[in-house]
T-cell receptor, first 116, second 113 residues
Framework: GAVVSQHPSWVICKSGTSVKIECRSL??????MFWYRQFPKQSLMLMAT?????????EQGVEKDKFLINHASLTLSTLTVTSAHPEDSSFYIC????????????FGSGTQLSVL | AQTVTQSQPEMSVQEAETVTLSCTYD???????LFWYKQPPSRQMILVIR??????QNATENRFSVNFQKAAKSFSLKISDSQLGDAAMYFC??????????FGQGTRLTINP
């Protein structure tokens, strides 16, 4: 099956620093990648949709200047949390859509971000 | 906007028995997909089963099956012969075409040995 690699698995950073999370589709091309945020014991909340070569579309209430998304190639999307604060601590998950197979989404293993 | 509702925050079942997780959704569309995802303690999202709305036949994957009632907008998951490894959060989800996946609130399933 298709594999989505997400890195790092966990990261601890100081308040005010920026953190980059990578999401790679290893054996397929992903025209669209989705970034989710998940708080403990809650569901996944979509943050943004990124399409290769174009600007990401952010969900209402998500600060696009704080959560920078880049989708420069068909196999890589990155989420950068800028000037991180403790309230940004969360579990972030990416998923990728297989080209021409709209209903198939594959998930990365997630990144636990802890901001001190 | 489409919404997905899971009314059971927690469920428990004895090992080897059968359990059914409930899910309802709201949409005005006729062509869409429904999913059940499992999220174990590792937090990796795992696709359990998928149903195309245009198919009347309920999807089945080994011990997992669904009861898809399109008119009632209901999509329940039945797990037969429950195993300890089935313990996880289960999320029901809706998707139409290339649009985003909309998740329910989740149901935490506990398997009692």
């Amino acid at each position: 099956g298709a594999v989505v690699s997400q890195h790092p698995s966990w990261v601890i950073c100081k308040s005010g620093t920026s953190v980059k999370i990578e999401c790679r589709s290893l054996d397929f091309q992903a025209t669209t990648m989705f970034w989710y945020r998940q708080f403990p014991k809650q569901s996944l909340m979509l943050m943004a949709t990124s399409n290769e070569g174009s600007k990401a579309t952010y969900e209402q209430g998500v600060e696009k200047d704080k959560f920078l998304i880049n989708h420069a190639s068909l196999t890589l999307s990155t989420l950068t949390v800028t000037s991180a604060h403790p309230e940004d601590s969360s579990f972030y998950i990416c998923s990728a859509r297989v080209v021409r197979i709209n209903e198939k989404l594959f998930f990365g293993s997630g990144t636990q971000l802890s901001v001190l | 906007a489409q919404t997905v509702t899971q009314s059971q925050p927690e469920m428990s079942v004895q090992e080897a028995e059968t359990v059914t997780l409930s899910c309802t959704y709201d949409t005005s569309e006729s062509d869409y997909y429904l999913f059940w995802y499992k999220q174990p303690p590792s937090r990796q999202m795992i696709l359990v089963i998928r149903q195309e709305a245009y198919k009347q036949q309920n999807a089945t994957e080994n011990r997992f099956s669904v009861n898809f009632q399109k008119a009632a907008k209901s999509f329940s998951l039945k797990i037969s012969d429950s195993q300890l490894g089935d313990a996880a959060m289960y999320f029901c989800a809706y998707k139409r075409g290339a649009q985003k996946l909309v998740f329910g609130q989740g149901t935490r399933l506990t398997i009692n040995p």
